[in-house]
């Protein structure tokens, strides 16, 4: 009997984005379309496929320990959960870009050797990027959203979050102070199921690969 080929999709934001490029490959499944179902997990029997959506910040963690076989994640989500897996392809959709934000007030104390706080729904990134690359100590304070608050309200001097259009920073008075990195969704694969689905899984990114190029054009 042919094993599935098991996907597990960040649901949110990018779902329909990550939906639409694989119909564009031949990979599809209707039911998973109905925004209304309850339904978690649906099989394409004829294509040996099965797809799941699950809580963004869990695709990698599916992934790392092989429940499922392929993931569409933020790259974002990639780097704050710090698993292993391969990363194969970046997408070109869902793109933003990590940034650590503030009042205009807080640029000079970001450069002056000030302990800031800072406060992240990603804090893995916040720290890395504050230790290893500024090599500037912080004290971190995760958060799990509206991290915009926290500046407005004097819990933290700066924060590291997403930016894509800039109109909630914009709205609250704050603005890009620092870039750490450009985000995008990938896909990521399980590192044995590579080995063991090898041609099947190569097949899929070259062909989700062209797409990407294609649309790119
Ligand atoms: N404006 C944006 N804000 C947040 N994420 C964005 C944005 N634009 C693109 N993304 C990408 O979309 C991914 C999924 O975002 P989404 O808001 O659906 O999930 P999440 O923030 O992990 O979920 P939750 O809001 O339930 O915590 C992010 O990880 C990021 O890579
Ligand atoms: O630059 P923009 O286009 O304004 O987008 C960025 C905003 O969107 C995300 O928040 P989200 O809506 O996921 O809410 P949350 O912070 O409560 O998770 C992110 O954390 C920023 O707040």
């Given at each position: 009997m042919r094993r599935y080929i098991t996907f597990a999709l960040a649901k949110g934001r990018l779902a329909k984005h990550t939906?639409?490029?694989?119909?564009?490959?031949?990979?599809?499944?209707?039911?998973?379309?109905?925004?209304?179902t309850r339904k978690l997990i649906f099989v394409n029997?004829?294509?040996?496929?099965?797809?799941?959506?699950?809580?963004?910040?869990?695709?990698?963690?599916?992934?790392?320990?092989?429940?499922?076989?392929?993931?569409?994640?933020g790259k974002d989500t990639i780097l704050e959960a710090g698993r292993k897996l391969y990363e194969v392809l970046d997408l070109n959709v869902g793109k933003c870009r990590m940034c650590v934000a503030g009042?205009?007030?807080?640029?000079?104390?970001l450069n002056d050797g000030s302990l800031i706080r800072v406060a992240s729904k990603y804090p893995r990134i916040a720290k890395d990027y504050f230790y290893n690359t500024k090599h500037q100590t912080v004290e971190i304070i995760k958060l799990?959203?509206?991290?915009?608050?926290?500046?407005?309200?004097g819990l933290s001097e700066v924060i590291v979050d997403i930016v894509e259009t800039g109109s909630?920073?914009?709205?609250?008075?704050?603005q890009v102070l620092e870039e750490i990195c450009p985000l995008s969704a990938r896909v990521v694969?399980?590192?044995?199921?590579?080995?063991?689905?090898?041609?099947?899984?190569?097949?899929?990114?070259?062909?989700?690969?062209?797409?990407?190029?294609?649309?790119?054009?």
């Open positions: 939906l639409s490029l694989l119909e564009q490959i031949g990979i599809t499944c209707e039911e998973m379309k109905d925004e209304k029997e004829e294509l040996g496929y099965r797809f799941f959506l699950s809580k963004a910040t869990d695709v990698p963690t599916y992934v790392e320990m092989g429940a499922a076989d392929i993931g569409v994640v009042p205009e007030s807080a640029r000079e104390k799990n959203g509206s991290v915009e608050l926290a500046p407005i309200v909630t920073l914009k709205e609250n008075g704050l694969v399980n590192e044995v199921s590579m080995k063991m689905e090898h041609e099947r899984i190569t097949k899929l990114v070259k062909d989700l690969k062209k797409i990407v190029s294609a649309n790119q054009e």
